[in-house]
């Protein structure tokens, strides 16, 4: 016990304990109510499987969109002062508070058939974005990668940059100081970012059922999975959902350290 | 010349307007306090902070010229630079290390002759974490000199390291820049370091040069309040005539100088002796005084003596005992001409 700790108030220890039940039953309401003998039958179903497998691809290749448009763009909000840096960050974060259905509306008013630049792709290539896989991913990429974006940016920002000066002055041009030194320093928070980005398009919904649609097995995700499987079905739906929080404990078992100021 | 260079750039309120120059095989330390620009001026030779004006030629290439428009990037100057606090790469092994440069220039990596010349063999697959003070010290020298640079830039190579680490490296700091057969210019604020390690001594104070010269000059002669002070001996600036120094803070001195006009003093605090009654003796300076300060110095007191001329001296803990030094005390000192050093101004 840190004896310098003030006593706590009763309500306050009364009102943390509700917050915690708050967060707790629902989890414990999931595992009574989980039909654990029909387990292997639900999630092995066609649906189960093909919103499974469709999830893990289009999250692994959103979090792979997020990484190579991200670190740059994480790179450049740290590194140069030009005019307009703090509304370049404001539309960075802004997917992070914005309703993800506004951010599915907003998707479908740029690459919509009738978009900004859905139109051109549409009429000029015959490329349809929206009720696509393509289009799954890009929601995704869409409402993941200011994640990245803010944990990579948040590293660069901590590293000393004399190692750079001191790489460049051993003759490293700035592509290899980029690649032996800038990201080998940030790699931890490099992966943090990643596996952030990977969950938060795993998740995925809003976005996701507002321009890709909820088609099984083109844009019917697990998430998109469950909420179709809630009106037909409740025992698949909690199988699904079981699914996703064992991900999500995965995830956040791996970053502990990172994040919960545990030891990694 | 490895490097010679008339440096002018402005950061923020500084205002650094310095001439280097550094013959190849020579040492030249940069002496100076805290914030006088020292390490500004080897970053604007490695090019990680280009000047305003004026010009920087490494052997006879200009690398920086900002009325021609020349600038080479770090990276193209072969300029080998070993930072104050090292920064050896902490996710790459010693090896790694010292390997980094030699494979940016795609030359053949035997970075060998290196390892055995500062005795890294045993150290190559640690990490960074894992060495002490020295040996981080002498990686990150093997790892600029593994570059073949044509000019070698120390920052404060000894400032990381304690007391008893820093003889030593002290010394083989020395040897190794003996066999380096391009310039070194170093930066340091220790005079040891300087006086140790360098052939021609230039002292920086507040982004300007105040003295420049060969070691054992600059020691013997110093012209500034700083480097006087560094040094351990006081400075007198006045007017000589006859022998008979005018001091401009008031009081005179007699010296054996045969120069006339503006000149510069200086005393060593040990060659002033104190005294209870007045000295009988050859002394040609005699006179009483009021102890106006007392610092302990090593293992010597170092006497503030209240002008004119305000002076030090420098007497032995046993000494302050025997006179019954106190502030205040009213006391006889004694200096003989012959050591005052006079020079012109």
Known sequence: MNKTTAPAPRLLIALAFLALAFLLLPLIGLLLETPWTRLPELLTSQAATEALRLSLVTSLLAAFFATILGVPLAWVLARKEFPGHRLVRGIVLLPLVLPPVVGGVTLLTAFGRRGLVGQYLYDWFGIQLPFSTAGVVMAATFVAMPFLVITVEGALRSIDTRYEQAARTLGARPRTVLFRITIPLISASLFAGIVLAWARALGEFGATITFAGNFPGVTQTLPLAVYSALEVSRDEAIALSLVLLAISLTVLVSLRGRFLGGRS | ?345
């Not at chain 2, 990596?109 to 990490?127: C, E």
Request: charged share 20%; aromatic share 4%.
């Open chain 2, 1 to 345: 010349m490895s490097v010679n260079a008339r440096i002018i750039t402005r950061v923020g309120d500084f205002h650094l307007d310095a001439e280097i120059a550094c013959e190849p095989g020579e040492t030249v330390a940069l002496l100076g306090p805290n914030g006088a620009g020292k390490s500004t001026v080897l970053r604007t030779i490695s090019g990680l902070l280009p000047i305003d004006d004026g010009y920087i030629r490494i052997d006879a290439t200009t690398v920086d010229e900002p009325a021609t428009d020349a600038f080479i990037p770090p990276e193209h100057r072969r300029a080998g630079m070993v930072f104050q606090d090292y920064l050896l790469f902490p996710h790459m092994t010693v090896r790694q290390n010292v390997e980094f440069g030699p494979r940016n220039q795609r030359k053949d990596h035997n970075v060998a002759p290196w390892i055995d010349a500062l005795d890294l063999g045993d150290l190559l697959n640690r990490k960074p974490a894992q060495l002490s003070g020295g040996q981080a010290q002498r990686v990150a020298l093997a790892r600029a000199l593994a570059t073949d640079p044509r000019l070698l830039l120390l920052d404060e190579p000894l400032a990381a390291l304690d007391a008893a680490t820093k003889a030593k490296v002290r010394g083989d700091l020395r040897h190794y820049l003996q066999a380096f057969a391009h310039g070194t210019v170093i930066v340091t604020h220790d005079p040891l370091d300087a006086l140790v390690l360098a052939d021609r001594i230039v002292v920086l104070e507040n982004g300007r040069v105040t003295q420049h010269g060969p070691t054992a000059q600059v020691a013997s002669e110093p012209r500034t309040d700083y480097l006087a002070a560094l040094l351990g001996v006081t400075l007198i600036r006045g007017s000589v005539h006859d022998g008979v120094i005018a001091c401009d803070g008031g009081g005179t001195l007699i010296s054996s100088t045969s120069l006339s006009g503006s000149v510069v003093a200086v005393i060593r605090p040990q060659a002033i002796s104190l005294h209870t009654n007045k000295p009988e003796g050859s002394a040609r300076n005699v006179w009483q005084t009021t102890v106006a300060a007392i610092d302990a110095h090593h293992d010597q007191v170092r006497i503030g003596l209240a002008g004119p001329p305000a002076l030090t001296a420098a007497v032995t803990p046993a000494a302050v005992a025997e006179l019954a030094i106190a502030p205040g005390l009213q006391i006889w000192a004694s200096l003989k001409a012959t050591d005052i050093a006079v020079y012109a101004s």
